[in-house]
């Protein structure tokens, strides 16, 4: 268990927390009900199930974990329990929690939580800290210009050389504020052994020129990969 976190149990629930959030976060923050008027629908990619919140000073992103293709045909919010380790939220809290202390361009986590449906199944959902005045780079594909890119090389670098792997490196992914960029949903992300191959990241790699084609076409990701491949290369520092 990683320093900053609590767990506390009630009701079938189970919640880890930040101790920031230590005397605040109660198993309700997980349902966007409980909010009202102070929860508004993500909009931008996903799968849907996400929310701003606005927790008096603090604002946040509740998002519950989905299913996406044939898997949310039979169900589309519980997944297999193979005990409390496994449970999604936990996993990326634990991970965005070593990461944000590492001081890699991360949201905070705030919170994690899971209800297990039956003996062999569970529902879960995480809270972060939104991270003010950023937007996706899905919608700025078109106008970003090279030096840009070759920033966006540098911090996926960043991560790879701190064998950070992200299970879904895609454009709605990547949020943009200004000069600053940072990575987001790590969810069945890991920090690989050293001992790994490299395979993962030329994956990872792969996985983000094809969303930079799917999202902006084949013309935008002609125009920007060399860029973001220089930024990729020149960078080796943590």
Not at 99 to 123: D, E, F, H, I, N
Not at 140 to 161: P, Y
Request: proline content about 4%; glycine content about 8%; charged content about 25%.
């Amino acid at each position: 268990m990683v320093e900053s976190e609590i767990v506390e149990r009630s009701n079938g629930s189970a919640i880890l927390v930040h101790p920031d959030y230590r005397e605040r976060v109660t198993v309700d923050w997980f349902d966007p009900l409980y909010w009202g008027d102070e929860a508004r629908p993500v909009s931008s990619g996903g799968r849907g199930g996400a929310w701003f919140l606005k927790a008096d000073s603090a604002d946040l992103v509740l998002r519950e974990y989905r299913r996406g293709g044939l898997a949310a045909r039979v169900s589309r919010k519980t997944y297999a329990y193979t005990g409390e380790n496994e449970v999604r939220s936990f996993s990326e809290f634990r991970l965005l929690d070593n990461l944000y202390r590492m001081g890699l361009p991360v949201p905070k986590p705030v919170a994690a939580w899971y209800r297990k449906t039956s003996p062999l199944q569970y529902q879960a959902a995480i809270i972060i800290e939104r991270l003010p005045e950023t937007v996706p780079l899905a919608d700025l594909l078109s106008e970003l210009e090279g030096s840009a890119w070759e920033a966006l090389g540098r911090l996926v670098r960043r991560f790879h050389d701190a064998n950070v792997r992200h299970a879904d490196l895609n454009c709605f992914n990547v949020l943009v504020r200004g000069g600053e960029y940072f990575l987001i949903d790590f969810d069945k992300g890991c920090i690989m052994p050293e001992t790994s191959s490299s395979d993962w990241k030329s994956g990872n790699l792969e996985r983000f020129a094809r969303s930079i084609k799917k999202v902006g076409g084949e013309a935008v990701q002609a125009r920007v990969w060399d860029a973001f491949m220089t930024g990729y290369n020149g960078s080796r520092t943590v």
